[in-house]
């Protein structure tokens, strides 16, 4: 199954992201969140985001969401230094698309599916006009 890691500059949105994603999936999809450094201030680690995705990590790839700015940047950081391993960022909304990676995940869906459904949150309207 594909795990899930979810990047903030906030340790507090990135675990409300990964609990908001684990309990649409019914708990099933492996997800791990990395948000903030290492002494709970704001920003993003490499490191954190480099054990996320070991805890998660299976031979089906980690697919990585990510708030912005440097969460991308270093997210991308820790995709070069594991080129050996399946991982693929996703360019989509941080708490609709965690939920819907965690669903397809649970699904079985693969690292590309996946990632196309995230993409196609961006366009899905909340209200009605």
């Known amino acids: 199954m594909v795990g899930i890691v979810i ?7 990135a675990e409300g992201a990964a ?3 684990r309990m649409m999936s019914a708990e099933d999809a492996p997800i791990a969140a990395a948000g ?7 920003g993003t680690s490499f490191d954190k985001i480099c054990a996320a995705v070991d805890s998660v990590y299976s ?12 969460a991308v940047m270093t997210a991308e950081m820790v995709i070069e230094a594991m080129e050996d391993r399946h991982i693929v960022l996703l360019d ?3 708490a609709e698309g965690a939920v819907v990676a965690a ?3 649970k699904l079985g869906s693969s690292l590309e599916v996946i990632a196309r459904r995230v993409e196609e949150a961006r366009s899905v309207r909340k209200l009605k006009n």
């Open 7 to 13: 990047v903030s500059h906030s340790s507090k949105l």
């Open 19 to 21: 609990e908001l994603a």
């Open 36 to 42: 903030g450094l290492e002494d709970g201030s704001m």
């Open 59 to 70: 031979e089906d790839g980690v697919a990585i969401l990510m708030d912005m700015g440097s």
């Open 92 to 94: 989509g909304p941080l």
């Open 103 to 105: 669903v397809e995940a």
